[in-house]
């Protein structure tokens, strides 16, 4: 029997905006086995992959390696060997100075078949982030891509700086600053005008980016004073000023802004990134079924029977809707048997969920907690007396809710519909962005994502937090946090997503 052969993809991940990961790059983290990837690429595209992958890191920062070359193509051909789905994925573009080429040329010597997902390099989308069109039709109609950390005082130097210097409209060079002194003197030697325009954009693309332009007498001194490390790109030539009336990036109300989301999904935040902030997914909780279904398909058998048939069905999260219903249909029973029974749903978004079901919701609270919830009823019967409620939830719940029922005279089942868990994460990525103060708010939605945010980012997690913002969903989230002594800087009136998102709107742009 032949030996079966995996396949690799050689994926770039673009420059940093997760955005900016093409469709087909998405597709082929969807089908992977394995993932190698390199330090310079947003992890966030990590979170993508939805099933049990293998992560290899490659390292590959600043010249530092956790992998050598050779190692990542023996790693490459020994896991397609195996029969596996490899995904390659490199920040940028794989085949532009990503060393892509050089790992094509092993596969294919091996006969793996593989293919090249182009990506979206920094050569051009920093430079178009911060407002520099490589091309113009009344400045330039070329462009030049080279590495900028190549030895210049070699003899053998791969670059012809004599015909360079003037013979390209516009010169992008990646990884430019250690060289930035020679790299221009090399330029204005060889016939490039000292006063041509110049620009350096730092982490292009990103919540942090930062562009500095001068001239190329002076930009190496600039870049000396204002302390601009790698990564780094350096435009030269005329189309840098255009960047005083397309800068488009950096003027956005909320451009540098970076939101730290606990949960696993980032909707409701999209009216920040449109903002210019950036949305970091950090999931410290993942939703998992119960360990036990009994009491759960109990109290749907009790439904379907007419033996325990509730007045109420009380929905506290859409991850109770999705496990109820999907559980429901498992034991095939039938949504008319849901007939009669009055449905109270738990915020806008419970709600919806709800209704995609075809059921109407006939409550919603003002108040999303708990003690909202018992005068709700209140208003809407008078009196809880005799009446059973059923609420599918969360292994751990609080029990407010089902002690006023009872204390009221009504009755009430509370069987697990799911559990919140904490997930098996690292948090050394998280932990740099908190120490270098590359996190602007950190955002909880629950008490649960905050304890878990603390077990997972271990000792240090309180001294990680104390220059952070910290948004709480609710009052019961915000007695955690201030528990832990911590500030709660951000709290919306309205303990939902959407609320959270425009509170920390308005707090960054100081609006009342």
Request: with cysteine; glycine share 10%; hydrophobic share 40%.
């Amino acid at each position: 029997m032949a030996e079966k052969k995996g396949k690799v993809y050689l994926v770039g991940a673009g420059p940093g905006d997760i955005g900016l990961l093409t469709v087909k790059g998405l597709r082929c983290l969807g089908r992977a086995d394995v993932v190698v990837y390199d330090f310079h690429l947003n992890a966030q595209i990590l979170n993508y992959i939805n099933h049990d992958a293998e992560f290899i890191y490659a390292g590959k920062r600043g010249g530092r390696h956790t992998m050598t070359q050779d190692e990542i193509n023996a790693v490459l051909l020994e896991k397609a060997k195996e029969g596996k789905t490899v995904t390659r994925l490199k920040g940028g573009d794989p085949f532009i100075f990503g060393r892509g080429g050089e790992e094509a040329e092993v596969l294919a010597a091996e006969g793996i078949p593989f293919e090249v997902v182009p990506g979206i390099s920094s050569s051009v989308s920093a430079p178009a982030y911060a407002g520099i069109p490589l091309t113009h039709r009344k400045y330039s109609s070329s462009f030049a891509v080279i590495p900028g950390y190549e030895d210049t005082t070699k003899e053998n130097s791969s670059i012809d700086w004599s015909k360079l210097a003037t013979g390209v409209g516009t010169l992008v060079f990646l990884m430019a600053v250690k060289n930035i002194e020679t790299l221009t003197k090399k330029l204005i030697e060889n016939g490039r005008a000292p006063e041509t325009p110049v620009a350096i954009v730092r982490w292009g693309t990103r919540a942090d980016q930062t562009t500095i332009t001068g001239r190329l007498d002076d930009i190496a001194a600039q870049v000396r004073e204002r302390d601009i490390r790698p990564p780094a790109v350096m435009v030269v030539g005329d189309v840098v000023k255009l960047r005083e009336t397309l800068n488009w990036y950096e003027i956005k109300p909320l451009f540098g802004v970076r939101v730290l989301v606990t949960r696993k999904h980032t909707e409701g935040f999209d009216e920040l990134e449109e903002l210019g902030a950036e949305v970091i997914d950090f999931p410290t909780i993942e939703v998992a079924p119960p360990e036990d279904w009994g009491p759960l398909d109990k109290a749907i058998e009790g439904i379907a029977s007419g033996k325990r048939v509730p007045d109420w069905i009380v929905f506290t999260s859409a991850n109770g809707v999705r496990y109820f219903f999907e559980r429901m249909f498992e034991l095939g029973r039938d949504i008319r048997e849901l007939k009669g029974i009055k449905v109270c749903a738990i915020g806008t978004k419970t709600k919806a969920a709800v209704e995609k079901t075809g059921i109407r919701v006939d409550l919603v609270p003002e108040k999303f907690r708990a003690e909202g919830l018992v005068d709700a009823f209140k208003k809407e019967s008078g009196s809880l007396k005799g009446m059973r409620f059923l609420l599918p939830r969360a292994a751990e719940a609080r029990e407010v809710f089902p002690e006023a029922v009872r204390s009221e005279g009504g009755e009430i089942d509370v069987p697990v519909a799911y559990r919140s868990l904490m997930p098996e994460r690292h948090g050394k990525r998280l932990q740099r962005f908190l120490k270098e103060g590359r996190i602007s708010v950190a955002t909880f939605t629950s008490a649960a994502t905050f304890n878990n945010f603390l077990a997972i980012m271990g000792d240090e997690a309180d001294a990680l937090l104390k220059d952070v913002k910290i948004a709480a969903i609710g009052p019961v989230t915000a007695k955690a946090i201030e528990k832990a002594g911590l500030k709660v800087d951000i709290m919306p009136d309205e303990a939902t997503i959407d609320a959270m998102a425009e509170a920390i709107k308005k707090f960054f742009l100081k609006t009342p």
